[in-house]
């Protein structure tokens, strides 16, 4: 059988721009990942594809310079079920950084435990293909009974109609959920179509959050994403007690050209242009829901 060659991410910008935005303090990028240093780490061989080298200290000058006091970081398959980069980030930025883990069936009380300690306030279940493809929802029913006791929170993440199809699923669940990039619909569906009608409804259930990132990839016409902003703003005006906002830095598996952070950064003020809000999104609902002080 021929193996197929691991997709190579390439690597952010080395020097993205400085955002005109200033951010309030205590904010915080909800959805970044680390990868490396593969000296330390090495990529798994069953990789779905392969990241750029973007060390917890890349990403930290990164978040000093714009003024991020906190971040979500989310273990991704690049690194597949290898923690040990996550986990060693969550020790040199405690306080700072909480975690979002690849939690497997097979995964023990002791290791959530472990996790828990060390950071860690949620679990991610990937729907895309090219991630792995849909999974089990008894699986996914039994994760979230398992980590209820935890107060963690459940990250999904769809693409186009998979959040129609996944609606009431999602509101049986009894812990929180968040929905990842928001729900990455098709941009000429418009803020109106099925998928947002479907994520509004979900957001309404007072148990489902949604992360205002992504806009790069949704975006038709490119930087500075502007054809985005309708359907992001629209989100962050129906519910703004229960948006957040991440980077996505640094930037895998995209198919278009690598975001300039700087210009997703400004457009954070085009998605919630009311200061007073533009601080729910970025510092009191992440302390909220992630548990920050």
Same mark, same amino acid.
């Given at each position: ?8 991410s390439?690597?952010?910008l080395?020097?993205p ?15 970044c990942?680390v &990868?490396?240093?593969f000296?330390?780490?090495? +990529? ?5 594809f392969?990241?750029?080298?973007a060390?917890?200290?890349r ?5 000093d310079?714009?003024?991020f ?5 989310v ?6 079920f290898?923690?040990r980069?996550l ?6 930025g405690?306080g700072?950084?909480? !975690?979002v883990? +690849?939690?497997?069936p097979?995964?023990g009380?002791?290791?959530i435990?472990?996790y828990?300690?060390?950071g ?6 990937n729907f895309l293909p090219h991630?792995?493809?849909?999974p089990?929802?008894?699986?996914i029913r039994?994760?979230a ?12 993440h769809?693409?186009r109609?998979?959040?129609? $199809? ?5 509101r ?8 990842d ?5 098709e941009?000429?569906d418009g ?8 994520l509004?409804?979900l957001?309404? /259930?007072?148990r489902?959050?949604?992360?205002l /990132? !992504?806009?790069?990839r +949704?975006?038709?016409?490119?930087a500075? &994403?502007?054809?985005?902003l309708p ?9 703004p007690?229960?948006?957040?906002? !991440?980077? $996505? ?9 690598m975001p ?5 950064v400004?457009?954070?003020? !085009?998605?919630?242009p009311?200061e ?7 510092v009191?609902?992440?302390v909220?829901?992630f548990g920050f002080?």
């Open positions: 059988m021929t193996q197929t060659t691991p997709r190579i390439p690597p952010p080395d020097q721009r400085m955002p005109s935005l200033r951010l309030p303090p205590g904010s915080c990028d909800a959805h990942h &990868f490396g240093p000296d330390r780490y090495p +990529l798994p061989d069953d990789r779905s392969t990241p750029p080298l060390p917890e200290a990403l930290r000058r990164l978040h310079r714009f003024g006091a906190r971040c979500v970081l273990q991704s398959l690049g690194h597949g290898d923690h980069p986990l060693d980030a969550l020790r040199a405690i700072r950084y909480k !975690g883990a +690849l939690v497997r097979s995964d009380e002791d290791r435990a472990a828990a300690a060390a860690i306030c949620g679990a991610r279940v991630l792995g493809g849909r089990d929802l008894d699986a039994s994760l009974a398992t980590i209820g006791p935890y107060r963690w929170h459940l990250a999904i769809v693409a109609h998979d959040i129609v $199809d996944l609606a009431a699923f999602l049986s669940l009894a812990v929180p959920v968040v929905i990039h928001m729900a990455r619909p941009l000429a803020p109106d179509g099925a998928a947002l009608t479907a509004r409804k957001i309404d /259930s007072g489902v959050w949604v992360k /990132s !992504g806009a790069d +949704l975006s038709v016409t490119g500075p &994403f502007h054809d985005a359907i992001a703003r629209s989100l962050a005006a129906h519910a007690e229960r948006v957040l906002w !991440g980077s $996505d830095w640094p930037h895998v598996n995209l198919h278009g050209a300039d952070d700087g210009d997703l400004d457009l954070i003020a !085009g998605i919630v009311d007073a809000n533009r601080r729910r999104l970025l009191d609902n992440p909220e829901l002080t």
